[in-house]
């Protein structure tokens, strides 16, 4: 039977890899707004995004808006290609379902 | 944004309610068949249903085959419910999936 990706199949993480999958590709999402679609503290965010980027799942780029610096996430491209892996190995599992 | 039953979530847990879900209703499978269809420990698995009977979603009834006793386990009508809401709310979470 098909093993998920715990790096991805966590909860918080999937949510986090679910959004970051749906953008462009090349998109990215700024820290704040992740924050606010996914309902989650900054903290809580922070944790599970390093866990993303040991993975090289995401990415975090500072940039600065006006004197503001704003942190941008996006998925890598091999975080796009572990999460469709993970899309497909959930299938696969839930295969049997009605 | 969804939140998954973690009860069910768990990946081993998600593969038991998966495989259990499957079957007829009122359908049952040996321990030691289940055992084999998701490739883990008896101590393993065991932990797991537990888990799941403390939830009320599945149940394990003893039977006798000859003088050896056998486990038999389903999923109850409440865990069947609830595989189908999670199943749903995880669909939800990957609505923006391409």
Redesign the interface.
Known sequence: ?A??D?VI?A?AR??IM??L??LDTDGSIAFPRLQE???MTAGNLSTHLRKLEDADYVEQQKAFSGRTPVTYVSATRAGRRAFEDY?EQLRD??G???
Chains 1, 2 share one sequence.
């Open positions: 039977m093993e998920l715990p199949h909860q999937l949510k679910s959004t999958a749906a679609v996914l309902s899309l599992l839930l049997g379902t009605p």
